[in-house]
């Protein structure tokens, strides 16, 4: 019998509530245009870098519990779609073309594919190298990788096509409002999967089973997909409430 993983619930609750928290600024300093200075400073904007990649690197720890990682690939994906759909009705100059929800929908797909051929001889071996490879690609929208010295300049030619969008080459002036493609992203992903075996098996330490004290977090964590799907339409209908012209 699979063991629940409190811990990671509280995780993802804490890691959604923050998620909801940023799109309700960037809707209040760009859909509105009341601008809140900090809102895309360096400290801010790297805050939301480590929190989405531990959400992904979450997603990944815990996508073995799915018991069909194809049905579950195909829901996101119809979930992401309709993201789509609607930001293309409320975000016509941004719309959202393969965001955070199309992402995880992609690596749900690969993991069922070939899911259980990832392996390494310990599981944080595994997770070092895909986050050291998140971080070694991070640069790659501003069309490079690596770091100071180390950077490689990539072609500009992979830059040129919108069919490579998905993997993290977007064309100058491509505009999203929520864009998070498999390079980077994906590697935050699967450095979870490696832990996707233990954790389904029991074999972490106990405290990531035990209940925590603060279960109303775990319980949010548990919903994180319905709250993704909601919060933004109800955020800008009360904001729209808030700041319409009198």
Known sequence: MRQRAHFIDLVRGLLILYVMAYHLLYDITVLFGYPLPFFFSGWFQGVRVVAVSMLLFISGMVSGYSR????RAAKLTGAAALVTAVSFVFLPREPIVF???????????????????????????????????????????????????LALRLPSALYRSDWLIPLGFAPAGFLSADYYPLLPWGCAFFAGAFY???LRQGRLPGWVYAPTPLPVLEKIGRHTLMLYLIHQPVFIALLWLLFRPV
Request: overall charge positive.
């Open 68 to 71: 069909s990682g194809l049905r």
């Open 99 to 149: 965001g955070v929800l199309h992402l995880y929908a992609a690596c749900t797909l690969l993991y069922a594919l070939m899911g259980h051929r990832i392996g390494a001889p310990t599981p944080w071996m595994g997770a070092v190298v895909c986050m050291g490879l998140f971080v070694l690609l991070l640069p790659m929208g501003r069309g490079w990788v690596g770091y100071g010295p």
């Open 196 to 198: 996707a075996p233990p």
